[in-house]
Nanobody, 125 residues
Framework: QVQLVESGGGLVQAGGSLRLSCVASGRTFSHYALGWFRQAPGKAREFVAAMWWSGVDPDYADFVQGRFTISRDNTNTVYLEMNSLKPEDTAIYYC???????????????????WGRGTQVTVSS
């Protein structure tokens, strides 16, 4: 079992920055994949970023365009550093874990079997 708790969301003006955190507890292994997803009102949940628990080979959605960075520290906290935020980045952001250890980092939310409850990010224009 893996438990995930996100924090760090809030209200920020366009062009600003936020750092989201996700504390993972329970069993974690290097073959786990860590992902960040987001869901805006009336829209489907979409992939934002992912990395292996070991920290190698991060993957980002095209819309990120170099503005976001996924990382993890030694305390089992996963971060999503978000810069140059835009109003269209407004959404609930979720962290997730895929414990199945597939050959590639998954972008489909159905591949992830553990989820946090999310943290709201609102970007004003």
């Amino acid at each position: 079992q893996v438990q995930l708790v996100e924090s760090g969301g809030g209200l920020v003006q366009a062009g600003g920055s936020l750092r989201l955190s996700c504390v993972a507890s329970g069993r974690t292994f290097s073959h786990y994949a860590l992902g960040w997803f987001r869901q805006a009102p009336g829209k489907a949940r979409e992939f934002v970023a992912a990395m292996w628990w070991s920290g190698v080979d991060p993957d980002y959605a095209d819309f990120v365009q170099g503005r976001f960075t996924i990382s993890r520290d030694n305390t089992n906290t996963v971060y999503l550093e978000m810069n140059s935020l835009k109003p269209e980045d407004t959404a609930i952001y979720y962290c997730a874990v895929d414990s199945n250890g597939g050959p590639e980092l998954p972008r489909k939310h159905s591949a992830y079997d553990y989820w946090g409850r999310g943290t709201q990010v609102t970007v004003s224009s």
